[in-house]
């Protein structure tokens, strides 16, 4: 990849949109991790306005620290980046509170761990509405089109998504050019919903350059049968989380009434 070029190309995507949306700047949730740490960058390349939000609900001590790192070293190279800290593990406590009871709470550990990125989400568009900016995608090629990795509505909601025709190995080429701090290019990357050190590994089986394998054999009409030991079984994975997270990688269903029914009856 040529990666200075694909940085610059995506910088001046990044101006060009956002002039054109008559915006003012960007808004970008900052976990910890390379996709966040690579979209911030690449938004503040652009000489625009960049408020980076931390969002911490429960959050490991080692994303903590890693945010706040990335941060001040955004805020030191680019005058345009500011900070804003919003401690939202209070309000996640009150919203479980008020939730009704169940008897097994292993039942809903998928539920609130969505809750956690959509009141994320709900976050970043109160900053991107109060400023006029917009709010910046960070999922990438893997996650966003391979195997919908992602929450509804959480992180997937987003203005624009200036990484998201890259694979992740090719998020982390961009990060180390540009210079992201050493302790996130080497953190395994996590979605952080979970209020412990599970990694997205652990919770999909595959790393992403497993992944990434398994998506081109895919677009190349592979199937399980083609292949034995660990590359059948990353590819069962890939087909299986492609085929559950389907309804999050295409348009919303929209029921299109005929024309006939709509017209009176005469």
């Known amino acids: 990849m040529q990666t200075a070029k694909v940085v610059d190309y995506i910088v001046e995507w990044l101006k060009e949109y956002t002039q054109n949306a008559g915006m003012r700047g960007f808004v970008v949730g900052v976990s910890g991790g390379i996709d966040s740490a690579v979209t911030s960058t690449l938004c503040a390349r652009t000489g625009l306005k960049v408020l980076c939000i931390e969002m911490p609900i429960h959050q490991g001590e080692s994303q903590v620290s890693r945010a706040d790192q990335h941060i001040d070293w955004l805020i030191k190279k680019y ?84 990484i998201a025709d890259l694979l992740k190995t090719e998020v982390y080429e961009l990060g180390s050019f540009m210079g992201v701090h050493k302790d996130i290019l080497m953190a395994p990357p996590t979605d952080g919903l979970w209020g412990d050190d599970r990694t997205d590994e652990d919770q999909i089986g595959a790393s992403y350059p497993e992944l990434e394998w398994a998506m081109k054999m895919d677009e190349e009409g592979k199937r399980a049968e083609d292949f034995k030991n660990r590359e059948a079984e990353v590819f069962k994975i890939y087909k299986k989380y ?25």
């Open 79 to 162: 005058p345009n980046v500011s900070r804003q800290p919003v401690n939202l593990t209070p309000v996640f406590d009150q919203l479980v509170d008020a939730l009704p009871k169940v008897d097994d709470e292993e039942e809903r550990f998928m539920s609130l761990a969505n809750t956690r990125a959509r009141l994320r989400m709900t976050t970043l568009y109160y900053f991107a509405a109060l400023l006029g900016y917009l709010v910046a995608g960070t999922g990438n090629k893997v996650e966003d089109f391979g195997i919908g990795f992602y929450t509804k509505y959480g992180d997937g909601g987003v203005d624009l998504s200036p």
């Open 242 to 266: 492609n085929s559950a997270n389907k309804h999050k990688m295409i348009p919303i269903p929209v029921c299109e009434i005929p024309e006939t029914l709509k017209r009176p009856i005469t």
